[in-house]
């Protein structure tokens, strides 16, 4: 299970760390409101999307965007060690709705 550290909370803005074990992927999801920014900071990080189909692979110091209601799904491209990426989310309410594939 993916480990994160809150670097920065507010009412629209949300700023994490966030690690995720080898091959781990999260689920398919989106915001309504706010877009999801993600720098690379260790490992590969793939961050899938649709609408249209789009595959980006982060290493560090990679940059990747998500507007908002854009379905995406965040990963671990490696196999064998962790990977593990800077997320920044705002600026709105944030929400994290589930997509059911």
Request: overall charge negative; charged content about 25%.
């Given at each position: ?52 189909v ?7 110091g ?40």
């Amino acid at each position: 299970m993916k480990s994160e550290e809150i670097i920065l909370q507010t009412e629209n803005v949300k700023v994490r760390v966030i690690e995720l074990h080898p091959g781990e992927v999260g689920p398919w999801h989106f915001h309504s409101e706010i877009t999801d920014t993600m720098f690379g900071v260790a490992g590969e990080v793939v961050v899938s999307m649709k609408n249209p189909v789009e595959t980006v692979r982060l290493r560090p110091g990679d940059r990747c965007t998500v507007p908002p209601e854009r379905r995406h799904s965040v990963g671990n491209g490696l196999a064998n060690e962790p990977s593990k990426y800077l997320l920044v989310q705002g600026v709105g309410t944030y929400d994290f709705i589930r997509e059911d594939n």
